[in-house]
């Protein structure tokens, strides 16, 4: 872990929980509509549900950024073809059971697997090029 670039992965954790929050923040009310809940204003988030979102997304992107160090000298193609294994192996066959054995709606876990996707090619690619 000593040989990973600390500021590409603050950088990248910022990034992808910019990203998650502005892909809930479009997809909220569809994400609602789909559970049959009512759609309501309600303000932002309390201050330790962002705190933790944030150590999640930190989490995350230094699983990554020490994924894409372990390549050796990573190239972007490299690094994003690891974003695409990653977000296959995990989020989606995580969804995928969840459809299957908990009858989530494939719309609802489509929305959670799109943010995945976005926000693993957005932090491969920073780690990638600025690590």
């Known amino acids: 872990m000593a040989d990973l670039n600390f500021l590409a992965v603050g950088a990248a954790t910022v990034v992808a929980f910019v990203i998650s929050s502005t892909w809930y923040a479009i997809l909220g009310n569809q994400m609602m509509l789909l559970r049959g809940a009512e759609v309501?204003?309600?303000?932002?988030?309390?201050?330790?549900?962002?705190?933790?979102?944030?150590?999640?997304?930190?989490?995350v992107v230094l699983a990554i950024a020490w994924?894409?160090?372990?390549?050796?000298?990573?190239?972007?193609?490299?690094?994003?073809?690891?974003?695409?294994?990653?977000?296959?192996?995990?989020?989606?066959?995580?969804?995928?059971?969840?459809?299957?054995?908990?009858?989530?709606?494939?719309?609802?876990?489509?929305?959670?697997?799109?943010?995945?996707?976005?926000?693993l090619l957005a932090v491969t690619a920073i780690v990638a090029v600025w690590g």
């Open 40 to 59: 309501i204003e309600t303000g932002p988030p309390p201050p330790w549900k962002i705190a933790v979102e944030f150590l999640r997304n930190a989490v």
């Open 67 to 119: 994924g894409v160090s372990q390549l050796g000298p990573a190239d972007l193609s490299s690094a994003l073809g690891l974003a695409l294994v990653v977000w296959v192996a995990f989020p989606v066959v995580l969804l995928a059971g969840s459809v299957i054995w908990e009858d989530v709606q494939t719309k609802l876990a489509a929305i959670h697997a799109g943010d995945w996707l976005v926000k």
